[in-house]
């Protein structure tokens, strides 16, 4: 057999496999595999500083030194509610420069090494945790205290006995400083605040007294009412918020009146508190005053800021008023 006859030509079978060379593998995309030796930049904070332009009209017209700068005048909770606007305000402000000058301010009676030994040990080197956690009296409003009792009226004209429900209220107003002012009335809140200040004349009844801090929330205070024979009023109080931070509350622990000798008050030079600090819960020292624990009126205190002191429910009659509970 000649070799010619047995020769097959294999071209067009060849190139009939060419396609699959330009076909591409049928499978699952995987489009992570593209990132493999690419350099992915990380995305910044929101801020000037993005390469990202920033859409907002008022942070092409604000620079970040004068938004800073008006940040730093703000309260502590007006940058908690400037926060909530957008993120650009929100990591501004979170600047520790912020905090740091708040707590400081707050706590100035500690000392800055004491308050600088305590963030870096019990807050992990954040004032805006310190903030947070840390007991603190709220100085920019007043605690109030509403208290009711009923009172059973006299029979006229063979009719039965009337009965009243009377309402009054207990004034706090606490400063940095150590100092407080203290108010009973029947007034409103917005009417009490006009006057709860230390310029306050003897007519509007404001009395001051001295107040201390421990770090576990309770709060220590002594006041001292003039009269014919002076009367000491020793109160025990407990800070507490309804959520983290607030400090919005005042529980009442204990109300003590007692007699102090007026020999003893002009010899004495230091304060109110320091004074009857180491004295018994009975303990008087003026026998025509004897020591007395009040067990009514002991209604929690609700913190009122001073910019609601006219808008606050707690300026409602009796009538509506009935329901509340502070929380």
Not at 34 to 50: A, E, H, N
Not at 91 to 98: F, S, V
């Amino acid at each position: 057999m000649a070799s010619s006859d047995i020769s097959v030509d294999i071209r067009p079978d060849i190139n009939s496999f060419d396609h699959f060379l330009s076909m591409r593998y049928i499978a699952t995309d995987r489009p992570w595999l593209k990132l493999y030796g690419i350099r992915v930049q990380p995305v910044p904070p929101f801020s000037s500083l993005s390469y990202k332009p920033d859409p907002a009209l008022i942070h092409h017209c604000l620079p970040d030194e004068l938004m800073l700068e008006i940040f730093t005048r703000m309260s502590p909770y007006t940058l908690g509610r400037a926060a909530c606007v957008c993120r650009k305000w929100k990591y501004t402000a979170r600047n520790p420069t912020l905090w740091r000058a708040a707590c400081l301010k707050t706590w100035q009676r500690s000392g800055l090494e004491a308050n600088y030994m305590m963030v870096r040990s019990l807050y992990d080197s954040s004032w805006r945790r310190m903030w947070l956690q840390r007991p603190r009296i709220r100085i920019d409003g007043l605690y109030v205290s509403r208290n009711t009792y009923i009172h059973t009226g006299v029979t006229e004209w063979q009719f039965k006995k009337t009965v009243n429900v009377v309402c009054y209220y207990r004034y706090l107003r606490f400063f940095p400083s150590g100092k407080f002012l203290y108010k009973i009335s029947p007034d409103k809140v917005k009417d009490a605040v006009k006057c709860m200040h230390f310029r306050a004349s003897k007519a509007d009844c404001v009395f001051k007294g001295d107040y201390i801090l421990s770090e576990d929330g309770q709060i220590e205070m002594a006041l001292l009412y003039p009269g014919h024979r002076y009367t000491l009023v020793r109160m025990r109080l407990r800070l507490r918020g309804t959520t983290v931070g607030a400090n919005n509350r005042l529980d009442v622990l204990k109300i003590l009146t007692t007699g102090v000798n007026a020999t003893e008050l002009q010899n004495w030079k230091g304060s109110i508190l320091e004074l009857v600090d180491g004295w018994e819960e009975d303990e008087t020292h003026d026998p025509d005053v004897p020591a007395v624990s009040h067990s009514r009126g002991l209604s929690p205190f609700v913190f009122v800021p001073f910019e609601e002191a006219d808008t606050s429910v707690l300026n409602l009659p009796v009538e509506k008023m009935d329901y509340y509970v502070p929380g």
